[in-house]
């Protein structure tokens, strides 16, 4: 009797030192503040609202708190990874739904993420939402277009020129021997363009068609490098980084970064018959604590003041044809007009077989 | 009660979350499903990863240790100037975030690179090179620290014996150092097994570990069947690591003489080591340099506009806040996880230099001591993920800790306890038990032995141990990646969003990012040098 007392005392002298460590930890130098507390203004939405985004969300400096002072909403983000590993998160988190609204879903993961049942539908009525419609992967409404871009090769023009060879202009093309050993692209298992690019050549060659591709263009010396940066900034030799492959995977959106210093035109240029269309998504959260919150936070993601700062803070085309272009994109950085689509329900039910596939036949 | 800490803290921040991970790949409609085991098994292609991470793993180690003994002679067993800075700078790879280190090799070893004509890019020669240079630190550190303190005469007595110095370095000092030489081992064994970021960028696609099937499977395939049934198999590797480790380091466990203060060193450095050591210093530096020489490339030459943007967010506002900005993040964060590393690890390190006398005790310990290596040998993105399904509201908190940032200290303290147990407890067992029954007789109690005698020993083991968890905390970037709040990124995570954007400027930016870091670094290992109390000659 005595004995089990003692354990308990220990136990709960155990329980307040974890807890002591714990709250040592919250209150340190990190100054964690929870963001608790409902500050909720008058008739508007109150309390605070959780934003789960992929780890390139971005948005200028006084938007966010410009949110925050028309809602009286405080605003906290959780930005756990990047395409995929959010979706997987979500799904995994189901019960215990990592916050009130995501974005950042892409086309590549929207069914799966709508399949699992992890957003509740909501359709936003702002202007823009008009925009987003034909974006929607379903009639179900939970997600709303936010942004899009194009995953397209660039070249780098100064490479072609000071050797006299015609630049490539289609897939084809890549697997042409003149081309040999100048092409790098990303891992289709583990980065975001890589994905969409294998999915490009899906949607060129064919269910039974793309394997072969893959083995000429392999045959022809691709390189296939980790991600977007190893590709583009140690391989590529457009991309500032002094690489030795004239032609790289990257955006549409990438050329006007490569405008010297004292103006006039890009160093590289995208091929537009070569893209993948990427659609970024947003939706309310199934379990929302505040779904009125996020439905906000997705008006507010589709308000003209975020449309139109979405190109400069993450390299993205707003879905909203009310807000202009920055000049050098409406100059230097078009979307294509036909990009290669594959339909979403077809790349739920076979990424991960194509994903397989590819790594084998890349692997060799 | 001193157990009972550490393993709170390890079983809520670790063990529940991989727990209920891998829990949720292995049962299936409530009831355990193993034949996900058989079918996982089954594939080629996972036999051929755990090859692949065994042999990564053991080349990794094996060259480490090679060079880090003759290292540690030179570093820690002889004079010259300039040997503080010295010590300081073999540290700083070991810290450094892999996606800069990542460039930094590939800058060197792609095709129009300097070492282009090696033709390493994308092979497993680069992987293993990489991994030794991440890991040479460790060996040099951990053997260093117990070699500086150990009796030099013991090894005076066999030389003036006529035994020829190699022969008394083999048959007397090489022994002494052994539970040194396993620690570092062993650590170094489960960062090469579990490596990551490495693998991913100069492996390319070719070759994978264990750790990087984890992680496509968890995050892009949300397979967690076949995921848990890696990370039971990654378990098991480790734990043989650990084991063979562990029944090395009691074959040669012996109370050492150590004295109190470093032994002055005995001037110059022998040839052999000397040459070896400079060798790997310059194969050490090529990264580094290419690294600095990057962060000084501008559009039209050289210069330093790289560091001076760094007081800003980037080309069109790449980053949510100005490096310098991250750099104090990174600062409290680390703060913060070095103090938990510090208290859970120092309570475990004691716990396990005890020597009972029951064999059931004795046995009981041992475990405890694999348990706590654990945390080095679970992936990054099984910890990080687990984190995010338990540690919402735990214990009914009402506050969702996910989002408040409050678990990145507590992750990068789980990551860096097993280094500071390494770092304090080869000096805790060495301790001579005759001094502790000496006071115990002359009538101290269990509390005054320890402060008196343990204490004061490990003291000094204790400031390297600061330094490891600082620096693990500062580079630190798998479960960092998962639990940091956007608003408040850490340094290695804002050199990641750096690199990822376009645009030469943010490129050169997140190079000279990588600079401050290494730099940070290197005063953080410095300064817990001197923490260690008077050493000659220092800096």
Same mark, same amino acid.
């Given at each position: 009797?005595?004995?089990? #007392?003692?354990?308990?005392?220990?136990?709960?002298?155990?329980?307040?030192?974890?807890?002591?460590?714990?709250?040592?930890?919250?209150?340190?130098?990190?100054?964690?503040?929870?963001?608790?507390?409902?500050?909720?203004?008058?008739?508007?939405?109150?309390?605070?609202?959780?934003?789960?985004?992929?780890?390139?969300?971005?948005?200028?400096?006084?938007?966010?708190?410009?949110?925050?002072?028309?809602?009286?909403?405080?605003?906290?983000?959780?930005?756990?990874?990047?395409?995929?590993?959010?979706?997987?998160?979500?799904?995994?988190?189901? +019960?215990?739904?990592?916050?009130?609204? &995501?974005?950042?879903?892409?086309?590549?993961?929207?069914?799966?993420?709508?399949?699992?049942?992890?957003?509740?539908?909501?359709?936003?009525?702002?202007?823009?939402?008009?925009?987003?419609?034909?974006?929607?992967?379903?009639?179900?409404?939970?997600?709303?277009?936010?942004?899009?871009?194009?995953?397209?090769?660039?070249?780098?023009? %100064?490479?072609?020129?000071?050797?006299?060879?015609?630049?490539?202009?289609?897939?084809?093309?890549?697997?042409?021997?003149?081309?040999?050993?100048?092409?790098?692209?990303?891992?289709?298992?583990?980065?975001?363009?890589?994905?969409?690019?294998?999915?490009?050549?899906?949607?060129?060659?064919?269910?039974?068609?793309?394997?072969?591709?893959?083995?000429?263009?392999?045959?022809?010396?691709?390189?296939?490098?980790?991600?977007?940066?190893?590709?583009?900034?140690?391989?590529?030799?457009?991309?500032?980084?002094?690489?030795? !492959?004239?032609? $790289?995977?990257?955006?549409?959106?990438?050329?006007?970064?490569?405008?010297?210093?004292?103006? @006039?035109?890009?160093?590289?240029?995208?091929?537009?018959?070569?893209?993948?269309?990427?659609?970024?998504?947003?939706?309310?959260?199934?379990?929302?604590?505040?779904?009125?919150?996020?439905? #906000?936070?997705?008006?507010?993601?589709?308000?003209?003041?975020?449309?139109?700062?979405?190109?400069?803070?993450?390299?993205?085309?707003?879905?909203?044809?009310?807000?202009?272009?920055?000049?050098?994109?409406?100059?230097?950085?078009?979307?294509?007009?036909?990009?290669?689509?594959?339909?979403?329900?077809?790349?739920?039910?076979?990424?991960?077989?194509?994903?397989?596939?590819?790594?084998?036949?890349?692997?060799? | 009660?001193?157990?009972?800490?550490?393993?709170?803290?390890?079983?809520?921040?670790?063990?529940?979350?991989?727990?209920?991970?891998? @829990?949720?790949?292995?049962?299936?409609?409530?009831?355990?499903?193993?034949?996900?085991?058989?079918?996982?098994?089954?594939?080629? #292609?996972?036999? !051929?990863?755990?090859?692949?991470?065994?042999?990564?793993?053991?080349?990794?180690?094996?060259?480490?240790?090679?060079?880090?003994?003759?290292?540690?002679?030179?570093?820690?067993?002889?004079?010259?100037?300039?040997?503080?800075?010295?010590?300081?700078?073999?540290?700083?790879?070991?810290?450094?975030?892999?996606?800069?280190?990542?460039?930094?090799?590939?800058?060197?070893?792609?095709?129009?690179?300097?070492?282009?004509?090696?033709?390493?890019?994308?092979?497993?020669?680069?992987?293993?090179?990489?991994?030794?240079?991440?890991?040479?630190?460790?060996?040099? !550190?951990? &053997?260093?620290?117990?070699?500086?303190?150990?009796?030099?005469?013991?090894?005076?007595?066999?030389?003036?014996?006529?035994?020829?110095?190699? =022969?008394?370095?083999?048959?007397?000092?090489?022994?002494?150092?052994?539970? %040194?030489?396993?620690?570092?081992?062993?650590?170094?064994?489960?960062?090469?097994?579990?490596?990551?970021?490495?693998?991913?960028?100069?492996?390319?696609? =070719?070759?994978?570990?264990?750790?990087?099937?984890?992680?496509?499977?968890?995050?892009?395939?949300? +397979?967690?069947? %076949?995921?848990?049934?890696?990370?039971?198999?990654?378990?098991?590797?480790?734990?043989?690591?650990?084991?063979?480790?562990?029944?090395?380091?009691?074959? =040669?466990?012996?109370?050492?003489?150590?004295?109190?203060?470093?032994?002055?060193?005995?001037? =110059?450095?022998?040839?052999?080591?000397?040459?070896?050591?400079?060798?790997?210093?310059?194969?050490?530096?090529?990264?580094?340099?290419?690294?600095?020489?990057?962060?000084?490339?501008?559009? +039209?030459?050289?210069?330093? +506009?790289?560091?001076?943007?760094?007081?800003?967010?980037?080309?069109?506002?790449?980053?949510?806040?100005?490096?310098?900005?991250?750099?104090?993040?990174?600062?409290?964060?680390? &703060?913060?996880?070095?103090?938990?590393?510090?208290?859970?690890?120092?309570?475990?390190?004691?716990?396990?230099?005890?020597?009972?006398?029951?064999?059931?005790?004795?046995?009981?310990?041992?475990?405890?001591?694999?348990?706590?290596?654990?945390?080095?040998?679970?992936?990054?993105?099984?910890?990080?993920?687990?984190?995010?399904?338990?540690?919402?509201?735990?214990?009914?908190?009402?506050?969702?800790?996910?989002?408040?940032?409050?678990?990145?200290?507590?992750?990068?303290?789980?990551?860096?306890?097993?280094?500071?147990?390494?770092?304090?407890?080869?000096?805790?067992?060495?301790?001579?038990?005759?001094?502790?029954?000496?006071?115990?007789?002359?009538? $101290?109690?269990?509390?005054?032995?320890?402060?008196?005698?343990?204490?004061?020993?490990?003291?000094?083991?204790?400031?390297?141990?600061?330094?490891?968890?600082?620096?693990?905390?500062?580079?630190?970037?798998?479960?960092?990646?998962?639990?940091?709040?956007?608003?408040?990124?850490?340094?290695?995570?804002? &050199?990641?969003?750096?690199?990822?954007?376009?645009?030469?400027?943010?490129?050169?930016?997140?190079?000279?990012?990588?600079?401050?870091?290494?730099?940070?670094?290197?005063?953080?290992?410095?300064?817990?040098?001197?923490?260690?109390?008077?050493?000659?000659?220092?800096?």
């Amino acid at each position: 009797m005595a004995r089990t #007392r003692a354990a308990r005392r220990t136990i709960r002298h155990t329980a307040a030192l974890g807890v002591a460590a714990l709250a040592l930890t919250a209150c340190s130098a990190t100054g964690g503040s929870p963001s608790g507390g409902s500050a909720g203004g008058d008739g508007t939405a109150g309390g605070s609202v959780t934003l789960v985004t992929h780890d390139s969300f971005h948005v200028s400096d006084g938007l966010l708190e410009q949110f925050e002072a028309d809602t009286g909403l405080t605003v906290t983000q959780v930005a756990p990874g990047d395409g995929g590993a959010l979706v997987n998160q979500l799904i995994l988190t189901k +019960d215990a739904p990592l916050g009130d609204v &995501v974005y950042g879903i892409d086309n590549t993961f929207a069914s799966r993420a709508i399949d699992e049942g992890v957003l509740e539908p909501y359709t936003s009525q702002v202007p823009a939402a008009a925009d987003a419609e034909p974006y929607a992967p379903d009639d179900s409404g939970s997600l709303t277009a936010v942004d899009l871009g194009d995953v397209c090769l660039n070249v780098d023009h %100064a490479w072609f020129a000071d050797r006299d060879v015609p630049e490539p202009a289609t897939l084809a093309d890549l697997t042409d021997p003149a081309y040999r050993d100048l092409t790098v692209v990303t891992n289709a298992a583990t980065s975001s363009p890589g994905l969409a690019f294998l999915l490009a050549t899906v949607g060129a060659f064919g269910e039974d068609g793309w394997q072969q591709y893959w083995r000429d263009l392999t045959a022809n010396g691709l390189k296939v490098a980790e991600g977007w940066s190893d590709a583009y900034y140690t391989d590529f030799s457009g991309g500032g980084g002094g690489g030795s !492959r004239p032609i $790289a995977l990257s955006y549409a959106s990438s050329p006007p970064e490569t405008i010297p210093e004292g103006g @006039g035109e890009p160093t590289t240029g995208a091929l537009l018959g070569t893209c993948f269309r990427q659609v970024e998504y947003a939706g309310v959260l199934a379990g929302a604590q505040n779904p009125e919150g996020a439905r #906000r936070l997705v008006d507010w993601l589709l308000s003209d003041a975020v449309q139109a700062d979405i190109p400069g803070s993450m390299y993205m085309y707003p879905v909203s044809s009310a807000v202009d272009l920055p000049e050098d994109w409406a100059q230097w950085a078009p979307l294509a007009d036909e990009p290669y689509t594959v339909p979403l329900d077809e790349i739920a039910a076979n990424r991960e077989t194509w994903v397989r596939e590819w790594t084998d036949l890349v692997t060799g | 009660m001193a157990a009972a800490v550490p393993l709170l803290f390890l079983g809520v921040f670790f063990a529940w979350p991989v727990l209920t991970l891998v @829990g949720r790949g292995l049962v299936a409609d409530g009831s355990l499903d193993l034949s996900g085991f058989a079918e996982v098994l089954g594939r080629p #292609r996972t036999w !051929r990863i755990v090859g692949l991470t065994l042999a990564q793993a053991t080349l990794g180690t094996v060259i480490s240790v090679l060079l880090g003994v003759p290292g540690a002679a030179v570093l820690y067993r002889s004079r010259f100037p300039g040997r503080g800075v010295l010590r300081a700078l073999v540290t700083v790879p070991f810290v450094l975030p892999t996606v800069v280190v990542g460039v930094a090799f590939r800058a060197l070893l792609r095709d129009n690179g300097p070492l282009g004509f090696l033709h390493l890019d994308g092979t497993f020669a680069a992987i293993v090179a990489a991994l030794v240079f991440f890991n040479y630190a460790v060996v040099v !550190r951990t &053997v260093g620290g117990l070699w500086e303190r150990l009796d030099p005469r013991p090894e005076q007595a066999a030389r003036s014996l006529g035994a020829s110095p190699a =022969r008394a370095f083999l048959t007397v000092t090489l022994p002494a150092l052994t539970p %040194a030489l396993t620690s570092a081992a062993s650590l170094v064994f489960l960062f090469c097994a579990t490596a990551f970021g490495t693998v991913l960028v100069l492996g390319g696609m =070719r070759f994978g570990t264990v750790e990087t099937e984890i992680w496509i499977q968890t995050t892009q395939f949300l +397979d967690l069947r %076949a995921a848990s049934v890696l990370s039971v198999v990654q378990v098991v590797v480790v734990v043989a690591a650990l084991a063979v480790a562990g029944r090395a380091r009691a074959r =040669r466990e012996r109370a050492l003489s150590l004295v109190d203060t470093p032994v002055r060193a005995v001037g =110059r450095p022998h040839p052999l080591p000397a040459v070896v050591t400079a060798v790997v210093l310059v194969l050490l530096a090529l990264p580094l340099a290419a690294l600095v020489l990057g962060s000084l490339r501008t559009g +039209d030459g050289w210069g330093l +506009d790289h560091y001076r943007a760094l007081g800003t967010t980037g080309g069109r506002n790449a980053l949510t806040v100005t490096v310098w900005e991250a750099l104090g993040n990174s600062l409290r964060v680390a &703060v913060d996880a070095t103090v938990l590393a510090l208290v859970v690890g120092c309570l475990v390190a004691l716990l396990v230099s005890r020597r009972p006398r029951r064999p059931a005790a004795r046995r009981a310990v041992g475990v405890l001591d694999g348990v706590f290596m654990l945390p080095l040998g679970v992936s990054a993105v099984t910890v990080g993920f687990g984190a995010l399904l338990t540690l919402g509201h735990p214990f009914g908190i009402a506050t969702d800790l996910r989002a408040t940032g409050v678990l990145v200290p507590v992750a990068q303290a789980v990551v860096a306890v097993p280094l500071v147990v390494r770092t304090v407890l080869p000096v805790l067992r060495a301790v001579d038990p005759r001094l502790q029954e000496a006071a115990r007789t002359l009538g $101290a109690g269990p509390g005054r032995v320890l402060a008196t005698v343990d204490g004061a020993l490990a003291a000094r083991s204790v400031g390297l141990a600061v330094g490891f968890a600082f620096a693990v905390s500062l580079g630190e970037f798998g479960a960092t990646s998962f639990l940091a709040r956007p608003d408040r990124p850490t340094l290695p995570v804002v &050199v990641f969003r750096l690199i990822g954007q376009p645009g030469a400027d943010n490129y050169g930016m997140a190079l000279a990012a990588g600079v401050v870091l290494a730099l940070l670094t290197a005063g953080v290992m410095a300064a817990a040098e001197r923490l260690r109390g008077p050493v000659g000659g220092e800096l």
